[in-house]
Nanobody, 114 residues
Framework: VQLQASGGGLVQPGGSLRLSCAAS????????MGWYRQAPGKQRELVAV???????NYADSVKGRFTISRDNAKNTAYLQMNSLKPEDTAVYYC?????????WGQGTQVTVSS
């Protein structure tokens, strides 16, 4: 299984970005996809996850600003990030969990700065 993430970049505070994560390989119909992030000097933290049935979970810090979605036919998850803040600056990692195994994509840098 491989994950290909895209969509990071530099944005001003209050701006928006959309991250994508495409999974390929042996993907089971029941799985969880999501995003974690790691800022310099901090531990990796959960941002948002979505299971194949559509249920979602968000970190409190992003609720109301970020929206996770997925296209099961494409095995792709999306993270729409609005009202970005400087504290959202981090490397964002895509994650796929199936059968209790975790697969990680390469990180994509998100920088929120004026």
């Amino acid at each position: 299984v491989q994950l290909q993430a895209s969509g990071g970049g530099l944005v001003q505070p209050g701006g928006s970005l959309r991250l994508s994560c495409a999974a390929s390989g042996s993907i089971f119909s029941i799985n969880r996809m999501g995003w974690y992030r790691q800022a310099p000097g901090k531990q990796r933290e959960l941002v948002a996850v979505i299971i194949s049935g559509g249920s979602t979970n968000y970190a409190d810090s992003v609720k109301g600003r970020f929206t996770i979605s997925r296209d099961n036919a494409k095995n792709t998850a999306y993270l729409q990030m609005n009202s970005l803040k400087p504290e959202d600056t981090a490397v964002y990692y895509c994650n796929l969990r199936q059968l209790a195994n975790d697969v990680w994509g390469q990180g994509t840098q998100v920088t929120v700065s004026s």
